[in-house]
């Protein structure tokens, strides 16, 4: 179960533009901080030449990388979305959740990078990879689902009938 000492962050590269998913995100925001302190950070992202090389591409990441990691700290239990990460149901994410947070960590800081992906030193610093399917979603969509899965896992925790 959540202890009210805790806080959830957000950290999101890119400026969201669409008014029906920031209205969505908005709602759900309000929802999870019934629960928690809930923080959202958005970053800017690089603008990508066209027809970049691929080091401009790592050169980007590791900007858009270096930002990120400016907004975590030590002691965040770091959740990274990562096309390579562990696929989990709504249940098993919760739970892993609920168990960063007995472990004594206070924040649980969730990461989307830019469009060319994250810093391999920001995946090696996450506690948590994970993915949502092999889809490929526009990322401003991927937070109005990752801001609904984490008030979803609130919700779990509860044994509310939200869930069903």
Do not use: C, W
């Amino acid at each position: 179960m959540y202890n009210g000492d805790m806080k959830v962050k957000f950290i999101t590269v890119g400026k969201l533009k669409e008014k029906y998913l920031r209205e969505g995100i908005q709602e759900y925001q309000k929802r999870l901080s019934r629960f928690t302190q809930v923080e959202m950070i958005e970053l800017p992202d690089e603008r990508i030449p066209d027809r970049a090389s691929q080091s401009e591409k790592e050169h980007i990441i590791e900007k858009e990388g270096q930002r990120i990691a400016a907004k975590i700290q030590d002691r965040d239990y770091l959740v990274v979305l990562a096309i390579e990460g562990r696929l989990q149901s709504s249940e098993e994410f919760s739970k892993e959740l609920a168990q960063a947070t007995l472990k004594g960590y206070s924040t649980l800081t969730f990461v989307i990078g830019g469009s060319l992906g994250l810093s391999e030193k920001l995946k090696k610093r996450a506690n948590l990879l994970i993915s949502f399917g092999r889809l490929t979603l526009p990322h401003q969509l991927m937070k109005l689902v990752l801001v609904e899965q984490v008030y979803r896992s609130f919700m779990i925790q509860e044994g509310s009938p939200y869930h069903k």
